[in-house]
């Protein structure tokens, strides 16, 4: 029950949709126990009719008028009043789970792409959909039946001890034998739906990844084995969900005994006690009565426990991703009008979970107006650079200064807004190119013509304008129906239409033919004018034109200068330069 104790902040924020909602409970139960005492008082009535056939048939019909009409209001009132807890507790549900799942998607938002490399997006997407709905259903029904259970249990026990204190003893005997098989059968329930939890998120993540990679899968025909696979996947959550549902089954049979069970003592201990005149026929139906009352309450409290144990094993899952403590914060209070100048000082950085160190050592100044090239082969750190430059990772020794200002001190999101970054892998969303391209700016921001130029300058306006609906084409989910080359131009467009005064090009160019490519180079030489630019590839075509360049292996920068200077050092830059002419020629 601890890892349910976050939700106490929402229960808290609607009290008064809990504190209505216990009153209309009070409400309804008490139209309800009241039904039977009338019952009783109309069944000591027609026990004591003094003989009189005409006169007793009158009585009769009178009571039985009186009975119906009576016993309609009540059930009308206590109809009435159960409408109004359900739109008072379960409205609060439903508002609560709006509010939980705003703070996890908003969670998912802070974290670091380290937390997305070591979690599948399948676990996550269930963590909020799933899990979500299973803490709801704690939220709305297991707290209503509970503060029912509760109420109606008092009620009735009171008008109970008020009628025969000994014989209702002798009929809540076998509640503490129901209280010891909820208690046991509630922790197997626990254990069991976390199994179940994590076996439902293995299902998400393997259907997400397959749905993914369905291209991958059938050009290598691959479907029998994912076909395969998904079976044992959906056949270990099968087994899991019937070991719970077994356990589920043991409640309500053993409740509904147990019940029973009161209900043969109340007849039999009650007609003893008739006879002994200390009480009477209306007494033992009213008992009756209360007993089945009992009967529901009593039965959903497994289902209701079932719930509350699902509901605590899913926040737990939830709890342990809004409770990561995470590095990167936006607590930097200086705003930035102007990049002027980065320099990197000593710059050191692993990835989490690994021992090597991904850069080593690094320093370097770029100031307003400079593009500088980084180049180096695949895993010699390129990426990582641009990254901490985004402040996406934080360093683990050294300083990253914008104007002479550490990086954390800056507030992030102020510095970000002035970074046009081109990722690697790009993606797109299914969308239309046009709101792609405008992604990056704020509705206010957004100019149409702006749009436009930003796609020219990226070398795909012929292009979209082949397009029967130009920038209105939708382009699917991850741009499905693009090609490579202008899924990256798309990209660049997006990094450009913001008008950035820091442009990262992270080899963005790599499935651009040579001589869009050149176009392209050309374009964005154009229009950096004041800004700076960081463009890293393995092309050296596409840094040549940078002012200055640095080469990067195993971390470090090893060499340093323009291309031509570069050239003339014949080190490791001129022997890739060579190789990279040849196979061009």
Not at 353 to 368: E, R
Request: contains cysteine.
């Amino acid at each position: 029950m601890k890892s349910l104790f976050h939700l106490n902040k929402y229960l808290w924020k609607y009290k008064w949709h809990l504190f209505l909602g216990l009153l209309f409970i009070i409400a309804s139960n008490y139209f309800g126990v009241y039904m039977p005492k009338i019952i009783d008082d109309t069944i000591d009535e027609l026990i004591n009719l003094d003989g009189d056939y005409q006169k007793d048939n009158n009585i009769i019909w009178n009571l039985g008028l009186k009975l119906v009409i009576t016993y309609m209001t009540f059930s009308l009132l206590k109809g009435v009043f159960l409408f109004f807890t359900r739109q008072t507790i379960i409205v609060m549900s439903r508002k609560i789970e709006f509010d939980l799942k705003n703070e996890i998607f908003s969670k998912y938002q802070q974290l670091s792409i380290s937390f997305y490399k070591k979690n599948k997006t399948g676990d996550l997407m269930n963590r909020i959909s799933e899990d979500v709905t299973k803490v709801r259903m704690y939220l709305g029904p297991a707290i209503m039946y509970s503060i029912n259970v509760t109420v109606l249990f008092i009620m009735v026990i009171s008008f109970m001890i008020y009628k025969n204190l000994t014989l209702t003893l002798y009929v809540l005997f076998p509640l503490p034998i129901l209280s010891i098989i909820i208690y046991k059968v509630s922790s197997i329930i626990n254990k069991k739906s976390e199994i179940t939890q994590q076996k439902q998120s293995r299902i998400t993540s393997f259907v997400q990844e397959a749905f993914s990679g369905i291209r991958v899968i059938k050009a290598y025909n691959k479907n029998k084995h994912y076909l395969n696979n998904y079976k044992i996947e959906t056949s270990d959550y099968k087994k899991a969900s019937l070991s719970l549902a077994l356990v589920n089954a043991l409640f309500l049979p053993s409740i509904i005994f147990l019940i029973g069970l009161s209900t043969v003592i109340t007849i039999y201990l009650g007609g003893v006690k008739t006879i002994h005149n200390e009480l009477d026929y209306g007494d033992i139906v009213q008992f009756i009565f209360y007993i089945n009352m009992l009967t529901w309450p009593f039965a959903s409290i497994g289902w209701v426990s079932s719930i509350i144990q699902r509901a605590a094993a899913s926040q737990k899952r939830i709890n342990e991703f809004i409770k990561i403590n995470e590095k990167i914060k936006n607590e930097g209070q200086n705003n930035i009008k102007e990049l002027r100048e980065i320099e990197f000082k000593n710059v050191h950085f692993k990835y989490p979970n690994k021992s090597d160190a991904v850069l080593k050592n690094i320093s370097l100044k770029i100031k307003s107006g400079e593009s500088l090239g980084v180049f180096g082969k695949t895993g010699s750190g390129k990426s990582t650079l641009a990254q901490l430059l985004c402040r996406l990772y934080e360093v683990d020794n050294g300083k990253i200064l914008i104007n002479n200002i550490l990086i954390n001190e800056i507030n992030l999101h102020e510095y970000r807004k002035k970074i046009g970054y081109v990722p690697q892998d790009v993606f797109l969303f299914s969308d239309t190119i046009k709101n792609n391209i405008a992604f990056g700016l704020e509705e206010k921001e957004f100019d149409f013509d702006h749009v436009k130029e930003s796609a020219k300058s990226a070398g795909l306006i012929s292009e979209i304008e082949k397009f029967n609906d130009s920038f209105e084409t939708k382009i699917g989910e991850r741009g499905v129906t693009l090609s490579g080359g202008q899924k990256q131009r798309i990209s660049i467009a997006r990094a450009l239409v913001r008008k950035p005064q820091l442009l990262i090009f992270d080899d963005c160019l790599s499935a651009v033919d040579a001589e869009t490519s050149k176009r392209i180079q050309e374009n964005l030489q154009k229009k950096e004018n004041a800004k700076i630019a960081i463009h890293i590839s393995h092309k050296i075509s596409n840094l040549s034109d940078c002012d200055r360049i640095i080469v990067m292996e195993d971390g470090s920068i090893t060499e340093e200068g323009s291309h031509n200077e570069l050239l003339k050092n014949k080190g490791f830059y001129y022997e890739i330069f060579k190789k990279q002419q040849l196979e061009k020629n």
